[in-house]
């Protein structure tokens, strides 16, 4: 059983990358389902699981856990059922056999399963431009405030991953391969990187 | 005209990734031609030279120009004709046509041609089998030892690449791929690779 984690930056097109390599390997991908399954389990409303896992951005959920009393209990609760969940869920998919996860810490929390581990990172420039492009955000936005989203979400994702790893979030040594997607065309670009990942899973 | 530069960490087995991608791409491979044109240029030994930039080991050449009038000016002459012809000789080499260019911070010398840049990199373990195998190094060092001159010689890299570039040496973001060479056979990951680098010179 083959298990492919893809970490990302946000606006790098790590998500497509993920989403292209399952289909040309024939695996399974999983992205919403988790979503869905968590809320399902939790019966919790899915946007907002969705809202806060989903993009690894966690909004106002406690983080630090040294600052626990000052956040209502609820969403303390809400915080470690979710993760709880997330971690379950991530698991009991892996046994149903090869997939493609993207982000999640399932490079981490699959860490037994020796999963092959990507990370899937692109310029400032073209991280906005992709975020334009797909309208993931304001029109509005200024170039600037965009920036500063996509730092601040990634640094929620290199929070949660820290919570469960000793390994930095993003650097190179925790990855089987880290591709750089700066002016490239993902589709074509996947059909290339599963030659590579095919070899990485013999 | 393509250029693909390999950046690496000792032990790595970036030289041997170097070498067969460029025999899988028909490309030239530049390595201990580059140290010959140097000796013969400066009239200085080629073992003196090997020495002293083969392998990014600078050795006692002044690296800290701060530092400059304590050491004899012979040294500092050496260094910095040193330093100049093998820019000089690697663009020349560059200007011959398609090649790959393991180390000597080729890809921040040629960054006109944009290079494809590569970093090839492994865990600590992995790097000590591979100097072992080879033979580089004393049979009678130990893996503590071994272990810190692998760091002082990737220190020396980085450091001489920082002479001429802002982007930091190893940094994922320098490259357009960073390839993990743990438990791999270098052979079989070429094969896979080159692929991936044909994509890239697409």
Not at 14 to 31: N, Q, T
Request: net charge positive; glycine share 6%; proline share 1%.
């Amino acid at each position: 059983m083959s298990i492919i984690t893809v970490s990302r930056e946000f606006g790098s097109g790590g998500r497509e990358v993920g989403k292209r390599l399952a289909d040309i390997l024939g695996y399974s991908y999983y992205d919403r389902e988790i979503v869905s399954e968590i809320a399902k389990k939790t019966k919790l409303d899915e946007n907002y699981v969705a809202h806060s896992l989903e993009k690894g951005n966690l909004g106002h959920l406690p983080i630090n856990f040294g600052r626990t009393f000052s956040y209502p209990s609820v969403i303390m609760t809400d915080a470690v059922n979710l993760f709880s969940e997330q971690h379950k869920i991530i698991k009991e998919l892996a046994q149903k056999g090869n997939c493609v996860i993207v982000g999640r810490a399932a490079d981490v929390i699959l860490k037994n399963y020796n999963p092959i581990k990507l990370f899937v990172y692109a310029d400032k420039k073209s991280k906005l431009a992709r975020c334009r492009e797909r309208g993931a955000s304001n029109e509005n936005i200024s170039d600037k405030a965009l920036e500063k989203e996509i730092k601040k979400i990634d640094e929620q994702r290199a929070k949660y991953h820290e919570l469960f790893s000793d390994i930095d979030w993003g650097k190179k040594e925790g990855y089987h391969l880290c591709v750089n997607t700066t002016d490239r065309d993902i589709k074509e670009l996947a059909i290339s990187l599963a030659e590579y990942v095919k070899f990485l899973m013999k």
